[in-house]
C-alpha cells in the first residue's frame, strides 16, 4: 500500500491525484444531490480524461525510475488519455445527440387524410401522421382549383409559411 500512495504522490501523477479528488467529489455530488447538468457529454469527457490520465501517469510513474523521465511520462499519460477519451467517447456522443426540432417542413411529402367535408384553395384540414407516430390536424389548401373531400388521401407537396398551410393534391389522380 505505501507503494502505491508513493506512486500516486509522486510526479506527474499527483496532479492527477488531486484532479481525480475533484471528479470523484463532482460525481459523488451528483449522486447524493441529484445535480442536473445542461450538456451531460462535458462532465464525462473531462472526467474520463483525468481518470485515464491519473491511471496512464501512475503505470508510467512506477515503470520509470525517478529522474528526468517523468517530464515524458508528463507528456505520454496527457497523448494516452486523449486518444483514449477520444475513442471512448465516440458512442456517449451518439446518445446524447439533441434531437431536431420538429418542422413543418417535416411534412411535405408525406399523405394526409382530408378531415374537413371539402378541402378547396381557400379551406381545409387534414390529419398527417409524424415520424414518430403522432398524428396532427393541419390547415391544407388544394392545388389547380380541384376539391378535395372528407377521407380522401392527399399528397403534401408544400408549405406555405406566410398563410400557415399545406398545399396538397389528390394522390389518386394526381392533381
Known sequence: MTEFLA??????TVVFSFLLLVVLAYW????????????????????M???????????GTV????????????????????????FLLIPVKNWTKPEKPASRNDFVGRTAI???STVTERYGQAEVTADDGGT?????????STELKAGQ??????YDAEGEFFWVVDITTGG
Not at 506512486?7 to 506527474?12: C, V
Not at 515503470?63 to 477520444?86: C, D, H, I, N, Q
Not at 396532427?136 to 389547380?144: G, H, I, K, S, Y
Open 49 to 59: 480524461f483525468i481518470v485515464i490520465t491519473w491511471f496512464a501517469a501512475l503505470v
Open 136 to 144: 396532427a390536424v393541419v390547415q391544407v389548401r388544394a392545388a389547380q
Open 63 to 86: 515503470l520509470t525510475p525517478e529522474g528526468s523521465l517523468r517530464y515524458a511520462v508528463l507528456a505520454g499519460s496527457l497523448l494516452v488519455a486523449a486518444l483514449v477519451t477520444k
Open 28 to 47: 459523488l455530488t451528483v449522486a447524493l444531490v441529484g445535480l442536473d447538468f445542461d450538456a451531460p457529454v462535458m462532465p464525462i469527457s473531462v472526467s
Open 7 to 12: 506512486a500516486a504522490l509522486a510526479f506527474p
Open 153 to 158: 388521401t392527399a399528397l403534401i407537396f408544400d
Open 114 to 116: 382530408v378531415r374537413t
